[in-house]
Each structure stands twice: as structure tokens, then as C-alpha cells.
């Protein structure tokens, strides 16, 4: 059954041209668990390798997760201008490297963010074209245990996030389009049905 709920008229890339898509929700809802799914069955599509100052959890990698920058290095990326967007998030700051994501848009292929609400309301107001997809939890009972679950971050930084998670819930109606991530399996069917 399908959780997709659509606001409208979804924005329309100019002819010939392919799609942005960004995709927004409260942390720990789910949307690297999502991606991650869509692309081991469809490694072609193509995910932003976004810069950030957060130190990297376990497992993540420098220029496959994110690439991990210090707070100089975040601050000659934002004033060299090579972000399409950036945001400060529960204490880190992160932004979009915008010529990766010019480059696969001028070879005609679809490119998909994965970034919080400020980076989608500025990507908004600078590419209107893009598709704005915000992943909703279940409840805000199965955020909290997601988020907890997940067991990498303290819990002041737990409660830093889930303040956050509040003013992007509330931002909801903001979004072209929303999926309900109650399974991993059909929202990552939907998520690949937008992109193209
Ligand atoms: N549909 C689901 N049902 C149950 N658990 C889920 C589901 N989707 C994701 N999870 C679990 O929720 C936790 C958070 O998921 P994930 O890290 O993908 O969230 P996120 O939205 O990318 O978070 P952040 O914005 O903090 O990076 C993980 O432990 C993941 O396994
Ligand atoms: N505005 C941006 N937000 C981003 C970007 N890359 C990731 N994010 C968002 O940050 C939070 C926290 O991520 P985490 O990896 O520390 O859990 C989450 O909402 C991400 O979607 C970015 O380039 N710009």
C-alpha cells in the first residue's frame, strides 16, 4: 500500500533537464536507512556526498558518507562559494559541494540531497525545479525509539535533534510530497518512483 502523500502540482524540471530531488525529515526517521536500501538495489542513482564538521560515527567514511571537514575548512567552502547550500544542525554544519551536483545535472542524471529542513527551503528559493520529499515518522513515539535505537549520539545531543525533529515536523506542508516511513522496503519503491 502506498504511504505517498502529494501537496499539488510537484514542480517540473525545465524540458530536457533532469530532476532534483531533496529529501528532508527529522533525524533518525530514517532517510539514510531509505537511500541506502534504494541504492544497493539501483547503485546508479546518484546521492550527494555532502561536507561536514561532525566527527564521523563507526563505520562512516571520509568521501563516501560525508566528507569530514574542519571548522576552517567548512569556512573557506562557504566563503569560496562552493556550496549549493549549507545549514548549522544540532551542533554541526553541513552543506551540499555544488559543482558535483551541477556536473550530474549537465550530463542529463537525475541527483538526489539528503539534507534538513534549512538546506531544503534554501534549495527552494535557488533551483524551484527541485522536488521537495519529506520522510515522516510512524509516530513520535517510533522517532524517539529510532533515534535512541540507533545508539550513536549522547543525549544531550539526542535532545538537540529532537528539538530539531519539532519545527521539521511542523514544516511538513512545506514539501511537494510526503512518504510515511513505515516500511523501509515500499517507501524506498516510492522514493525511486520520484526520482524518475
Ligand atoms: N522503517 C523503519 N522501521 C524501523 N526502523 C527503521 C526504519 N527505518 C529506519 N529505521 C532505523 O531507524 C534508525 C535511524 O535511521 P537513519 O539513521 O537512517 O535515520 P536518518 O533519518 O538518516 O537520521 P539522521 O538524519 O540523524 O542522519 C536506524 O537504526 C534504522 O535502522
Ligand atoms: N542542510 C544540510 N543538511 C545536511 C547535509 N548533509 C546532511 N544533512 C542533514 O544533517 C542532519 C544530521 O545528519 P547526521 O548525518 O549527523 O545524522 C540530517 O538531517 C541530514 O539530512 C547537507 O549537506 N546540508
Known amino acids: 500500500?502506498?504511504?505517498?502523500?502529494?501537496?499539488?502540482?510537484?514542480?517540473?524540471?525545465?524540458?530536457?533537464?533532469?530532476?532534483?530531488?531533496?529529501?528532508?525529515?527529522?533525524?533518525?526517521?530514517?532517510?539514510?536507512?531509505?537511500?541506502?536500501?534504494?541504492?544497493?538495489?539501483?547503485?546508479?542513482?546518484?546521492?550527494?556526498?555532502?561536507?561536514?564538521?561532525?566527527?564521523?560515527?563507526?563505520?562512516?567514511?571520509?568521501?563516501?558518507?560525508?566528507?569530514?571537514?574542519?571548522?576552517?575548512?567548512?569556512?573557506?567552502?562557504?566563503?569560496?562559494?562552493?556550496?549549493?547550500?549549507?545549514?548549522?544542525?544540532?551542533?554541526?554544519?553541513?552543506?551540499?559541494?555544488?559543482?558535483?551536483?551541477?556536473?550530474?545535472l549537465a550530463a542529463g542524471e537525475p541527483v538526489l540531497l539528503e539534507i534538513d529542513l534549512q538546506g531544503a527551503r534554501q534549495v527552494r528559493t535557488s533551483m524551484p525545479e527541485a522536488l521537495l520529499v519529506f520522510l515522516a515518522p510512524p509516530s513520535w513515539e517510533e522517532l524517539v525509539r529510532r533515534l535512541t535505537g540507533r545508539g550513536t549520539e549522547s543525549p544531550e545531543v539526542i535532545e538537540r535533534r529532537l528539538a530539531a525533529a519539532k519545527v521539521e515536523l511542523a514544516a511538513e506542508s512545506e514539501f511537494d510530497v510526503t512518504l510515511v516511513n513505515t516500511s523501509v522496503e515500499?517507501?524506498?519503491?516510492?522514493?525511486?518512483?520520484?526520482?524518475?
Open 186 to 196: 515500499d517507501v524506498a519503491r516510492e522514493l525511486l518512483a520520484l526520482l524518475r
Open 1 to 104: 500500500m502506498s504511504t505517498a502523500v502529494s501537496r499539488g502540482t510537484s514542480p517540473v524540471p525545465p524540458a530536457g533537464q533532469p530532476r532534483l530531488t531533496v529529501l528532508s525529515g527529522p533525524s533518525g526517521v530514517g532517510k539514510s536507512t531509505v537511500v541506502a536500501h534504494m541504492r544497493k538495489a539501483h547503485p546508479e542513482v546518484w546521492l550527494s556526498v555532502s561536507a561536514t564538521t561532525r566527527k564521523p560515527r563507526p563505520g562512516e567514511r571520509d568521501g563516501v558518507h560525508y566528507f569530514f571537514v574542519d571548522d576552517e575548512e567548512f569556512d573557506k567552502l562557504v566563503a569560496n562559494g562552493e556550496l549549493l547550500e549549507w545549514a548549522e544542525f544540532a551542533g554541526n554544519r553541513y552543506g551540499t559541494p555544488r559543482q558535483a551536483v551541477l556536473d550530474r
